[in-house]
């Protein structure tokens, strides 16, 4: 039995009946996989060709290595070509569906089918106990039994559209550790003047090099809201933050700020900075960097004193700020933290404590990165999971 029809459970669902295996899926909801449907703008970021163990956040970064080595982008990209679908790259490896996400949803529900797996929606669950060969799950349709237990009810983000903390009470109850969730890919939140400015800029965005104190440089947009700062850049910082923490900003990506300025200052002495700054900076945002520093804007290069420079460079070169806090889990598009790898095979997503156990996609701390890698872990844990229930 799978607990969860989302893109984990529902794979894993297809994967377990076409190994010959009895599979049923319950969900609680009335309609399954909505974060398939709501994802990539509706076009649904599948997977991303550049996946690899490094693109995941986890307390063991080694984890995710084998179920990703075993079921790559590649396989997926098969499958949907197999079911007629169609794709294009967009940035970085992200792979978005050609058709809307929903077609993503039919591929998931049409391979369950074909495969012998039953689905049922808006079923609740009460509690799960072991049972003499395998577990009871207590349900508003009464017990069901089943050898197997494949928990895919994801992660706490958007409760709104059915996540739960189903997953990590069935852990724990189970004698595993959860290690504190916390919104990852979410927007930044800020008060007082902080707040007032970004809301001034909102809608203005521009590259940028962002980067979170625990986390790597990210080279992509960011976006100024009328809440504070989001854009890919802020959305994958958040996910290494955490509260009372400064995110470093590079308003100036892969080029020196203060080597350019000399430079224009030689040949171009007449400019003004405000003309400058507009030159690689929106205007809106341009006006707003030289008011933060106290740079008259009609200063001209020529007139820029040493100090001048010093001070434009480190106010585009090392933005320093310092959110209130996120969106939560509201806006969250994934859940960081989770059920602690150490508890599981990563061969198999079984759990060391309790055989026949297991937890796949979302709900295990393993969290990827914007970009196609969260549907990927998906594929590829609910694939090893799959193989090995199919085989035990
Ligand atoms: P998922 O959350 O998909 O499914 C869990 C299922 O369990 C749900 O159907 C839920 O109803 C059910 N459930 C929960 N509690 C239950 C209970 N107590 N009893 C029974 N059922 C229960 N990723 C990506 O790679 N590319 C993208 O483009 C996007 N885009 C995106 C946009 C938005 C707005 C969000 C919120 C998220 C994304 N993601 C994404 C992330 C991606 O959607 C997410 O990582 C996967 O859906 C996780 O798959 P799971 O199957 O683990 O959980």
Request: charged share 20%.
């Amino acid at each position: 039995m799978i607990l969860g029809a989302g893109a984990a459970g529902l794979f894993c669902g297809a994967r377990t009946a076409a190994g010959g295996k009895r599979v049923l899926v319950i969900d609680h909801s009335a309609k399954p996989a909505e974060k398939v449907r709501i994802s990539g703008g509706g076009r649904c970021n599948f997977t991303n060709i550049e996946t690899s163990a490094a693109n995941f956040i986890s307390e063991n970064p080694h984890f995710a290595k084998s179920a990703l080595a075993r079921y790559t982008p590649w396989d997926f990209c098969d499958l949907m070509a197999r079911h007629g679908l169609t794709w294009h790259e967009k940035t970085l490896g992200q792979l978005f569906c050609d058709q809307k996400s929903t077609a993503v949803i039919e591929l998931l529900l049409e391979e369950l089918k074909a495969a012998g797996g039953e689905l049922r929606l808006s079923t609740h669950v009460s509690g799960v106990a072991r049972s003499d060969d395998g577990f009871t799950v207590k349900t508003d349709a009464g017990d069901i039994s089943a050898h197997s237990f494949v928990i895919a009810t994801g992660g706490l983000s958007i409760p709104k559209i059915g996540a739960s903390g189903f997953a990590y009470d069935v852990a724990r109850q189970f004698g595993h550790e959860v290690l504190t969730p916390h919104p990852a890919l979410v927007p930044f939140t800020f008060t007082g003047a902080a707040k007032d400015t970004f809301s001034e800029l909102s809608g203005v965005s521009c590259p940028v090099d962002a980067k979170a104190a625990r986390g790597p440089d990210f080279h992509e947009a960011l976006l100024f809201t009328h809440r504070g700062l989001s854009g890919p850049a802020m959305l994958q910082a958040s996910s290494y933050w955490r509260e009372s923490e400064e995110i470093e900003i590079d308003l100036a990506p892969g080029w020196s700020a203060s080597e350019q300025l000399r430079a224009d200052k030689a040949s171009q002495p007449k400019q003004t900075l405000s003309a400058w700054l507009a030159r690689h900076l929106p205007n809106r945002l341009a006006q707003h960097v030289l008011t933060w520093r106290g740079i008259p804007s009609g200063k001209q290069l020529a007139n820029l004193s040493a100090g001048d420079i010093d001070a434009i460079d480190k106010a585009l070169k090392r933005w320093r700020v310092k959110p209130a806090g996120t969106e939560g889990w509201r806006t969250a598009e994934v859940t960081a933290g989770g059920i602690n790898t150490d508890g599981l095979s990563s061969q198999t997503m079984e759990s060391k404590h309790v055989p026949g156990l297991h937890f796949i996609g979302e709900c295990v701390d393993v969290t990827g990165w914007l970009g196609g890698y969260n549907f990927q872990w998906a594929w590829a844990s609910a694939a090893a999971a799959a193989q090995a229930i199919a085989q035990s």
